[in-house]
């Protein structure tokens, strides 16, 4: 019923920028909340930064000053601003929306897409 689309991912050095966009599509009356989240190999996944439909942010103590997350409502899509990369920012990186359908809040993920930070 809803669909997550993500771009932007990539490989980059140390200290670089990457940024990362979801489009979100389907049949919903409008988005409660849009975010990132990632998972490194043998870690559980975690939260990175989320916005909110009245746009309140949050953002996970180890990206704050680095990441900034904005979205288009227009285009239902939310970017992820990455700068000053590190190694531990490896990982695979997945959007998640929660957005008003008929029956209720629908909570949904996006493929993932891999980013890769090498020293």
């Known amino acids: 019923q809803v669909q997550l689309v993500e771009f932007g991912g990539g490989l980059v050095q140390a200290g670089g920028s990457l940024r990362l966009s979801c489009a979100a599509s389907?049949?919903?009356?409008?988005?409660?909340?849009m975010g990132w989240y990632r998972q490194a190999p043998g870690k559980q996944r975690e939260l990175v930064a989320l916005?909110?439909?009245?746009?309140?942010?949050t953002y996970a103590d180890s990206v704050k000053g680095r990441f900034t997350i904005s979205r288009d409502q227009a285009l239902n899509t939310v970017y992820l601003q990455m700068n000053s990369l590190k190694p531990e920012d490896t990982a695979v990186y997945y959007c998640?929306?929660?957005?008003?359908?008929?029956?209720?809040?629908?909570?949904?993920w996006g493929q993932g897409t891999q980013v890769t930070v090498s020293s």
């Open positions: 389907g049949s919903f009356f409008s988005i409660i909340l």
């Open positions: 916005i909110r439909d009245g746009g309140r942010t």
């Open positions: 998640n929306a929660i957005t008003r359908l008929t029956a209720g809040p629908l909570n949904s």
